[in-house]
């Protein structure tokens, strides 16, 4: 099943509500079960972003539903990355030739 890294910055309203974070997890994990999204595991971050997301979906639609619809909150930005197990990376090296 593909997995994909969601990196997230708060928007100016995200941080003004930050305390808040914890619980809008909650409603995202329902929002992504609803999308057909799995959540592998979710973190705080301290650097260029702020939370970060491991996710597993069957396809990239059910990934763009959950991100437009957590993007339509207007608590954060995300940037979104397809990652590859070693087995993954194995079969594209076979398809390489």
Do not use: H, N
């Amino acid at each position: 099943m593909p997995t994909y890294l969601i990196l997230g910055k708060y928007t100016d309203q995200g941080i003004k509500t930050v305390m808040e974070t914890t619980k809008r997890r909650e409603l995202f994990k329902e929002t992504a079960e609803k999308c057909g999204v799995r959540i592998k595991q979710i973190m705080w971050l301290m650097g260029e972003y702020d939370v970060m997301d491991l996710v597993e979906a069957d396809d990239d639609k059910s990934i763009a539903a959950l991100l437009l619809k957590a993007g339509s909150w207007g608590f954060v930005r995300t940037t979104t990355c397809r990652t590859f197990t070693q087995d993954e990376m194995e079969s594209i090296f076979q398809k390489m030739g």
